[in-house]
């Protein structure tokens, strides 16, 4: 199997089960095609992150496939790794914990960018700058000062830390961002703003998304699909027209008592 043009990334019955004996993913099946945002919601320990993880190679599915592009993840060397990464980038929850405390924020800005040596390193004589220029445009897209590429993490908010861990995932141009409950950590007057930014980028590169969150009003604002998760299947998916469906699972209908209140 192979994906098309199309589809940027294709899961096909992918299981994964902890050593705790936990089936954390169970049989999932998905497809994100180009441009597009794939949602996922669902209540915490159904598996969303776990299942994250295994679609970025972090974590050995135990059976399925996953297919980036015409490309085999579940089967990649660590070569073969190298240059998938290139086209799928992360954002996580905790800003704080996927920034080093010890980097200025240009080193972990320009992290991606020096493991796929697409620039030269700043100790390059002739390089340095060119370095500072890609930095300070990549903090730009995110609405932040040029000043901060020589500050440390902990000098940031937690929005802001978010926005550079966006314009890290941003700078390689991948195809595909995964955010595992990006806004989560933040508080509720910056989710928005951070969500809107999202939604610009994604217009702006035409980038593909899988967003993932428990709040199905964040999913729903974000997603032109969504899929429900529960215990590790996926037991509902619709287009966002279609969330308020008479068609839709009990359970979602219980997700959607919750996010209107
Ligand atoms: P979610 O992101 O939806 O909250 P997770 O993927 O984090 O869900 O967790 C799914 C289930 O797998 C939970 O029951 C959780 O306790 C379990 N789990 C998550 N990570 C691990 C791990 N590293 N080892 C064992 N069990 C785990
Ligand atoms: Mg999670």
Sequence with gaps: MSTAGLEVLVSKNITKQYSSGQIAVDQVSLVIKKDECLGIVGE????????????????????????????????????????????VQAVFQNPAASLNPKLKIIDSLMEPLDFQK??????????????EKTAEHLLEMVELPSKY?????????????????????????????ILDEPTASLDVS????ILNLLKDLQQHLGVSYLFISHDLAAVNFMSDRIMVMKQGQIVDQFSKYDLF????????????HVFEG
């Design 245 to 256: 469906s008479v068609k839709r699972n009990p359970y979602t209908k219980e997700l959607l």
């Design 190 to 193: 910056v989710q928005a703003k």
């Design 118 to 131: 697409i620039i030269q390193p700043a100790f390059l004589i002739g390089t340095r700058h060119q370095r």
């Design 44 to 87: 915490s320990g159904s598996g969303k992150s776990t299942l994250a993880r295994c679609l970025l190679a972090l974590e050995k599915v135990d059976q399925g496939e996953i297919w980036f592009k015409n490309k085999a993840l579940h089967t990649a060397s660590k070569e073969d790794l190298r240059s998938i990464r290139r086209g």
């Design 149 to 177: 590429l020589t500050c440390y993490p902990h000098e940031l908010s937690g929005g802001e830390k978010q926005r550079v861990t966006i314009a890290r995932a941003i700078s390689i141009e991948p195809s595909l961002i």
